[in-house]
């Protein structure tokens, strides 16, 4: 996983729908929780609803998925995502570049491009502490009755 600290890869990618996705664009606008994931991935089906609470909540979040174009819509439609996607497939260059060994990963991405946290797994207390910094509150509560830690 990247470091916190150094500034993160800029990348362009191509969403489900065909259009394209930058992080710089992105940046913009603020900060960004960069969510990457596998569709038959257990651990990223639990973390999902949680990231699409982030960004009900005014969060900027792409989801980064490492999967083809029509499982990904199918996945999103499965839990009304309304976060923009994009398609790392099918070489995974924008994974690779940022380190990520696992899914899901989650980074908060500073504008002018800083990674400023990142969360490999599910670990409720890192999920919270990007929540914290991007919507200003915690994004788990006990009543969700999910675990405080799951491996990717």
């Not at 603020?30 to 005014?58: D, I, N, S, W």
């Not at 998925?65 to 260059?93: I, K, M, W």
Request: proline fraction near 10%; include cysteine; aromatic fraction near 10%.
């Amino acid at each position: 996983m990247k470091p916190i600290g150094p500034k993160a890869p800029d990348f362009v990618l191509p969403s489900p729908d065909g259009t394209s996705i930058s992080l710089s664009q992105a940046l913009d606008a603020g900060p960004v929780a960069l969510f990457f994931y596998k569709t038959e991935c257990p651990t990223c089906a639990l973390a999902f609803p949680f990231v699409q609470r982030l960004h009900e909540r005014g969060a900027a979040v792409l989801g980064i998925a490492q999967n083809g174009a029509e499982e990904v819509r199918s996945y999103q439609s499965r839990f009304g995502a309304t976060f923009p996607g994009a398609l790392d497939e099918p070489f995974f260059l924008t994974s690779t570049a940022y380190g990520v060994e696992m899914t899901p990963t989650l980074f908060l991405v500073e504008p002018g491009g800083r990674i400023a946290d990142a969360v490999e797994a599910w670990q409720r207390d890192g999920y919270d502490r990007i929540a914290a910094a991007l919507a200003g509150g915690p994004l788990v509560t006990d009543d969700d009755g999910v675990p405080a830690f799951r491996p990717g």
